[in-house]
């Protein structure tokens, strides 16, 4: 495995500027990552007295639930760390997805694994790494589902279907049977070494998991255990158990946590951005769970909470009350969420792709409303796997990711016109333009017997013209199925770098990678050390 670095710019213009010119974006964010000081100012501010929730109590419940996913010893050697009050954690999380969902969830673990290594040599002091299961998230349809491609040369939808049917938590819903995904899983892999290990591995996880997130969490602990990555479940019993003096501040505060959020979205626009999470000015930015499941996000509406539709009314007294007793019944949106995980955990530094740094972009007033600070932002690791037949393809036809990127149809039709001897393109066009030139004098001369015939000679023409496009249509046809071996061989390299028009790390599923070449290259990519410019790189197999 060799990497490359590769620049190219992120697609979201906060984020952009977060990356590459700080000093625009500096008042809506705590610290300068690419100020290597900022790691020593991070840890002394999270040095001082704050608000947190019990460590102990903490490291006991993610014990309790890593050993539940078969976690490696290296992870619990982490938890061991975290009990001591030196001991620091960089932290970064995804939805619980099929298989894991797109590459970008594991590159997002392997930075927080880099980022962690980094801070503790630079601090010379324990910091650990932590992926956060965002268990809590009740729309399964965004996380059901996963792709690969095909021999066919097809994007595959691989997709886990709802058991109820219900919207409730993915860290809730309970599901029966596995075979179906194991098995479209199976039929989309080609036959390797690494096939039947791989298969099998995946079929024992899934056959100890009851719900989604907690077959996500084996998968996760099975790469990156050895690590010593922890994971944690938002939705955890043992973890809400902690959260609930924090929900019980936030249902106290949400007039004014909301203020802060409506501060930090102007803030964002007055520099210019759009926004990236909503900001309504009657949230309470967190959800409550009814009796049946169904999660509900709140709103202030006459002296108390109530829905979007106000169809459901909500005692804030009684909401706090039940905060305390049952902290379960809640969890927080995209606004609060940064600050429950800071509440829980000492974060030096939270790892985010582009769209999370820009929302963050609005949350720093929030923090400083609730007395708490920002931590570092560091962008996640994106990368773009190249294998060698498809590297080798591009050589041929002159193309870089770039122009696969932003030029692919221009540079295939450019390919394509300097194959083309006979120049079809060119000789049916000066066909056409002298057909034109001969045929509209004549259509003057007929028309000047009556306009009838005049009408008749256009409609002549143009049936004579569409004729003469069928046999350009025809015999483009017949030139391309000369390029037919060439053409696939472009097509490959469109699917296998931007399917379905979006990057690859945001479609495809790390087992069609694992499956061709084992799982050595991943902890090869995972030993790295930490490197946030260029944030891109491409790997070559």
């Known amino acids: 495995m060799k990497l490359e670095p590769y620049e190219r710019k992120a697609g979201q213009p906060l984020a952009e500027d977060y990356e590459h010119h700080f000093e625009r974006v500096r008042d809506i964010y705590e610290y300068n990552v690419w100020d290597e000081t900022s790691w020593e100012r991070r840890a002394a501010w999270l040095d001082q007295p704050r608000l947190s929730a019990n460590r102990t109590e903490l490291v006991h419940n993610l014990i309790r639930y890593n050993d539940k996913l078969g976690n490696e010893p290296q992870s619990f050697e982490s ?92 860290s809730r819903l309970v599901i029966d049977n596995w075979e179906d995904a194991l098995t479209q899983l199976d039929h989309s892999l080609i036959d390797t070494e690494f096939k039947a290990p791989l298969l099998e591995k995946l079929m ?15 998968i996760m602990a099975w790469l990156f255990g050895k690590h010593g990555l922890v994971l944690l479940d938002s939705d955890d019993p043992g973890i809400r158990k902690l959260e609930g003096p924090m929900f019980a501040r936030l249902l106290e505060k949400h007039a004014e946590v909301n203020k802060a959020a409506l501060s930090g979205s102007e803030q964002v626009k007055n520099l210019g951005y759009i926004p990236q999470a909503e900001a309504h000015p009657d949230s309470a930015h967190l959800f409550v769970f009814e009796e049946n499941g169904e999660r509900v996000l709140l709103y202030r509406g006459g002296d108390g909470l109530t829905d979007r539709k106000q169809e459901r009314r909500y005692d804030l007294a009684q909401l706090v009350e039940l905060a305390s007793q049952s902290p379960e019944r809640f969890s927080n949106n995209v606004m609060t969420r940064p600050l429950m995980q800071d509440y829980l955990l000492p974060v030096l530094g939270a790892v985010l792709g582009p769209g999370e740094i820009a929302y963050w972009g609005m949350t720093r007033p929030i923090f400083d409303t609730m007395g708490m600070q920002m931590p570092i932002l560091l962008p996640r690791r994106e990368h773009t796997l190249l294998e060698g037949t498809i590297q080798k393809h591009m050589d041929k036809f002159g193309l870089t990711l770039d122009d696969v990127q932003h030029r692919f149809e221009e540079k295939k039709q450019e390919w394509l016109r300097e194959k083309d001897e006979l120049r079809l393109e060119e000789r049916f066009a ?8 001969l045929y509209r004098p004549l259509l003057e001369t007929v028309g000047s017997i009556n306009p009838g015939m005049a009408k008749l000679g256009q409609a002549n023409e143009q049936k004579i013209l569409e004729q003469i496009e069928f046999l350009e249509t025809r015999s483009t046809e017949a030139s391309l199925a000369q390029h037919e071996a060439a053409i696939r061989q472009l097509e490959r390299i469109r699917l296998t770098l931007f399917p379905l028009g979006r990057s690859q790390e945001r479609v495809y599923n790390i087992f069609s990678y694992l499956n061709k070449y084992g799982t050595d290259w991943l902890d090869e990519l995972v030993r790295q050390p930490l490197s946030l410019r260029p944030v891109h790189s491409i790997i070559y197999f």
Not at 79 to 96: H, Y
């Open 79 to 170: 938890l061991e760390l975290l009990r001591r009050p030196e001991t620091l954690v960089i932290v970064g999380g995804q939805q619980a997805g099929l298989f894991t969902g797109p590459l970008l969830v594991i590159y997002k673990a392997a930075t927080i694994i880099q980022a962690a290594r980094h801070a503790a040599e630079r601090l010379n002091r324990p910091v650990v790494p932590v992926f956060w299961i965002a268990g809590e998230d009740h729309d399964f349809d965004e996380v059901n589902h996963t792709y690969v491609l095909t021999q066919q040369m097809q994007v595959q939808k691989l997709k886990l279907d709802n058991p109820s049917g219900g919207r409730t938590s993915v």
């Open 204 to 218: 024992e996880l899934a056959g100890k998991s009851s719900t989604l997130s907690e077959f996500f969490g084996r």
């Open 430 to 437: 000066e066909v056409k333009e002298q057909f034109s030139k």
